[in-house]
């Protein structure tokens, strides 16, 4: 029940703010599917390995699950998102995503195509004893619920905090998988050594 409340919410205050975000199934997912034509399931598995080996310090702690045979790669990230400029004085650094944030990243390859998905994106607050680790999309429904009840020029602060919110998300992640994207057009298999 909670859940469906949450979907209506939150599809209410997305609407009537002017970014996009990317919902599935309640959850932000980043998701895109690239066509490479030229690569094959296991070259696409490989390339998705050297890119996570690349992109992240430690990639053994990073992979969670890996097939080959399937073409599946998933891993565990962090990354560190500024903060809104537009954050201000008045805000708990609890209501607003920033910071480091936690996320699961899934590579399903097959010849000539590879899917990838960024989820569960969240708060790291590991480190500190005083702060929860927070998924995106209850601190982006609270951003919107807060902007949604407040008139004149607050309202008008905190949709800009909400909409500044998005693009900081929708950068980083859109830019992670570009990135892989781009890796593509370089990825060298070893297999002609």
Not at 65 to 72: I, Q, Y
């Amino acid at each position: 029940m909670k859940s469906i409340i949450t979907t209506v919410l939150l599809f209410f205050c997305y609407n009537v703010f002017s970014q996009d975000l990317p919902l599935k199934d309640d959850k932000v997912v980043y998701e895109q599917i690239i066509e490479a034509d030229s690569l094959t399931k296991i070259q696409l598995f490989g390339a998705s390995k050297q890119f996570v080996a690349k992109a992240f310090k430690n990639a053994k702690q990073v992979i969670q699950a890996e097939d080959s045979n399937t073409g599946l790669l998933i891993g565990k990230g962090i990354t560190y998102i500024k903060e809104p400029s537009s954050i201000g004085m008045l805000y708990d650094r609890r209501s607003v995503f920033a910071g480091r944030v936690g996320f699961t990243m899934q590579f399903d390859n097959k010849d000539g195509k590879c899917r990838v998905r960024i989820f569960d994106i969240h708060t790291d607050n590991s480190g500190n004893l005083y702060l929860d680790d927070l998924r995106v999309e209850d601190v982006l429904f609270k951003m919107a619920k807060d902007a949604n009840s407040s008139t004149g020029k607050r309202k008008e602060k905190k949709k800009k905090l909400f909409d500044e919110s998005v693009i900081l998300l929708n950068n980083e992640f859109y830019g992670l998988i570009n990135t892989f994207k781009e890796s593509l057009n370089t990825y060298k298999s070893d297999d002609n050594w």
